[in-house]
């Protein structure tokens, strides 16, 4: 199985700042016929379904804040909030879909400081 | 307006047995791969399993921690996923979700669509 680590578990960002979430993966993701990394990130809020918010490792999903911005290849991937937000408050969390299971990270939560 | 409504959520004992099901409108559910996920209170997501489309085969796929104990299906006519579980442990408590798979020009993205869960509880 492919294991998926997130860095770090928390973090505290002051508004306007930038929040910078790590994922890695125990083995590369990207599918070689096509070029395309499967890895996406969710947005979880409390009480709330997760939120597709990057696909591709890099993609940004339709209606998704141009705030967000997804990038890495092969094992090592980065989820950035350019300007967080207090609406950004949530956990989020990568997750690999190159081969079942489609294992997820752990989670990173992120706050207001 | 696209949907996922999971149902058939409940308290069980361990070793019960228990069937969700997730109905879907709004989009082709015919042709979308659809998975399960589950989270336990106050912890991650875990993937459950998924099954593929017709044209797949609906090949189904499952974690290891549920191999063996739950079985996903669908009917399409129906446009529903179910989720049969059974011999449940304590361990299966959670919320689980019912995702499709998103087709992005022709390839694979993320889990675009999510329903908002049912509760499922395994104790005596």
């Known amino acids: 199985d492919i294991v998926m680590t997130q860095s770090p578990d928390s973090l505290a960002v002051s508004l306007g700042e930038r929040a910078t979430i790590n994922c890695k993966s125990s083995?590369?993701?990207?599918?070689?016929?096509?070029?395309?990394?499967?890895l996406a990130w969710y947005q979880q809020k409390p009480g709330q379904p997760p939120k597709l918010l990057i696909y591709w490792a890099s993609t940004r999903e339709s209606g998704v804040p141009d705030r967000f911005s997804g990038s890495g290849s092969g094992t090592d991937f980065t989820l950035t909030i350019s300007s967080l937000q207090a609406e950004d408050v949530a956990v989020y969390y990568c997750?690999?879909?190159?081969?079942?299971?489609?294992?997820f990270g752990p989670g990173t939560k992120v706050d207001i400081k | 307006e696209v949907q996922l409504v999971e149902s058939g959520g409940g308290l069980v004992q361990p070793g019960g047995s228990l069937k969700l099901s997730c109905a879907a409108s709004g989009f082709t559910f015919s042709v979308s791969a659809m998975h399960w996920v589950r989270q336990a209170s106050g912890k991650g997501l875990e993937w459950v399993g998924r099954i593929r489309s017709k044209a797949n085969s609906y090949a189904t796929a499952y974690a290891a921690s549920v191999k063996g104990r739950f079985t996903i299906s669908r009917d399409d006519s129906k446009n529903t996923a179910y989720l049969q579980m059974n011999s449940l442990k304590t361990e299966d408590t959670a919320v689980y979700y019912c995702?499709?798979?998103?087709?992005?020009?022709?390839?694979?993205?993320?889990?675009?669509?999510w329903g908002q869960g049912t509760t499922v509880t395994v104790s005596s």
């Open positions: 997750q690999q879909y190159y081969t079942t299971p489609f294992t």
């Open positions: 083995q590369s993701v990207l599918y070689s016929s096509n070029n395309k990394n499967y």
């Open positions: 995702t499709r798979h998103a087709s992005r020009d022709g390839y694979q993205g993320g889990m675009d669509v």
